[in-house]
């Protein structure tokens, strides 16, 4: 059993302190946050993360979990001090290193014996040689330390089962020893471990990160072709993820991505590439086609009912993606914002996220259950694709409605089988003109030139730049997205 010292009790220290406890070691959670650790000491957890309750719960009674403000009892005899706070954007991208600094810093002047000091946070290239420099700034001349990258890579919503069944566990040290020790910690897990440089470890998460993120607007582009000639993007990336060059994943058409991690990601790789003389230009376009896909909701919506002055939207869905609560860069921030603006009362309902939502959106008016937000409604917008709207009794929906349109930003109906329920339905890249047919600019004789832009397009709705059982009409195999 080693004795491990986690930093910052968000969605990633939290999972890494919980599950590294269920493997069998002593962890200490610090967190300067005293209301966060008081709730935590009481099993109220500041996060919605399925499973983590419970497993929170077991290793608080079975003592092998803990959790302080003080970092002086948090660090007591611990082999392995684990950084896990907060990168946030800063004004021009880069990502923002105060709460890493001043992690480093508490740990250095509360350096008593040798320990293995721990980067999990997503951070630029270069700032394990800062944690060091910190660290050395502050501690002892006589007491080693060694520090070593260990980006994570899990997904809010599955976090548990990819910490305890990863794909692989990157460490980056320029001590093999201290690599070493770390790997240790993750022998019963029997997954691949890559040992690298430090700054190879940090350029191998943003790297990943950046490239799941392109393949999502890379499919969303191909998504507003299909639209435009009679494609369906959801066949289209069938028959794409069948060749295992490319793969299955990531290629769900719908509103972008979001959450914690890719957004001010891929913000900070392309500001780490400008400011180092490289012209990032297919990173920005993935953040652009990305803003671009929260648009086009309105300009579907605009195609239907004219001005949205005065029109009831319901919106289905308030967190990231499913199975989370988080909000950072949900792509209903961005809907709700324009709908508003454009003098539209908004009805929201997310089965988990409603609290959390209220802390980030002004004013926001939530209701009870997906039929209340679709009661009188002018139309109905699919943000989030929780299972219990794949389930929803469709023709209850529609009767409810003051207007039968849905707009379905997450592919999780069937076109024609809404059509015949009776809705005006509009997905995202279904190459369809509202019932099923191809898509109105479609002609088979001649192909025009390439269409405007997603960009251009959307000029004329306006909206922020920031990030911020299958029942009728439901696919009976729908992936699940990742995202």
């Given amino acids: 059993m080693k004795t491990i010292t986690v930093i910052g009790t968000g969605y990633v220290g939290l999972v890494t302190g919980t599950c590294f406890a269920d493997l069998g070691n002593r962890v200490r959670c610090i967190d300067i946050d005293e209301t966060v650790v008081e709730k935590l000491n009481k099993n109220e957890l500041p996060i919605y993360e399925p499973g983590l309750a419970e497993m929170v719960r077991r290793n608080r009674e079975s003592g092998r979990l803990s959790f302080t403000t003080s970092y002086a009892e948090g660090l007591e005899d ?28 508490m740990i250095g002047r509360e350096l008593d014996h040798p320990m293995t000091i721990v980067n999990r946070s997503t951070v630029p290239i270069g700032t394990g040689d800062v944690v060091a420099e910190i660290v050395s700034s502050v501690a002892s001349d006589d007491i080693p330390f060694s520090v070593v990258s260990n980006p994570e890579f899990t997904r809010e919503g599955a976090a548990i089962l990819d910490f305890l069944q990863p794909d692989r566990i990157v460490l980056g040290a320029t001590d093999p020893e201290a690599a070493e020790a770390v790997a240790q910690l993750y022998l019963p897990l029997r997954a691949p471990i890559m040992v690298t440089d430090l700054r190879t470890a ?27 000639v009679g494609a369906d993007i959801k066949e289209v990336a069938e028959g794409m993820g069948l060749d295992k060059r490319i793969g299955p994943e990531f290629l769900n058409a719908g509103l972008g991505w979001g959450g914690s991690c890719f957004p001010k990601d891929v913000r900070a790789l392309e500001h780490t590439a400008s400011i180092h003389g490289c012209h990032p230009q297919l990173l920005r376009a993935v953040m652009e086609i990305n803003r671009d896909q929260r648009r086009r909701i309105l300009l579907k919506l605009h195609d239907i009912l004219g001005a949205l002055n005065g029109k009831t939207i319901g919106v289905w869905g308030l967190a990231f993606k499913p199975q989370t609560d988080d909000m ?7 809907i709700i914002h324009m709908l508003r603006s454009e003098g539209a009362r908004v009805k929201a309902y997310d089965p988990v996220a409603v609290d959390r939502a209220k802390t980030v959106i002004p004013n926001l008016e939530v209701v009870e259950d997906a039929y209340e937000a679709a009661r009188e409604a002018d139309a109905v917008i699919v943000v989030t694709e929780w299972n219990e709207f794949k389930n929803i009794d469709l023709p209850r929906v529609r009767d409810e ?34 019932s099923g047919d191809r898509g109105e600019d479609f002609d088979s004789e001649k192909m025009p030139g390439l269409p405007a832009t997603a960009a251009a397009a959307a000029q004329s709705v306006g909206g922020p730049d920031d990030d911020p059982s299958a029942s009728d009409g439901v696919p009976q195999s729908e992936a699940e997205r990742c995202v």
């Avoid at 950072?328 to 961005?334: C, H």
């Fill in 78 to 105: 611990s082999e392995f001090a684990f950084i896990c706070v907060d990168t946030p954007s800063g004004e021009t991208g880069e990502a923002d290193l105060k709460y890493i600094r001043s992690a480093a810093e």
């Fill in 328 to 334: 950072r860069g949900a792509p209903s921030r961005d």
């Fill in 401 to 434: 409605m003051r207007r039968a349109v849905l707009i379905d930003g997450r592919n999780i109906y069937e076109p024609s089988k809404m059509s015949a329920l009776g809705f005006t339905y509009r997905g995202v890249g279904r190459g369809y003109a509202g």
């Fill in 202 to 228: 940090e350029m191998i998460k943003y790297a990943s990160n950046a490239f799941l993120a392109t393949k999502i607007s890379f499919i969303n582009e191909i998504a507003s072709v299909c639209e435009k």
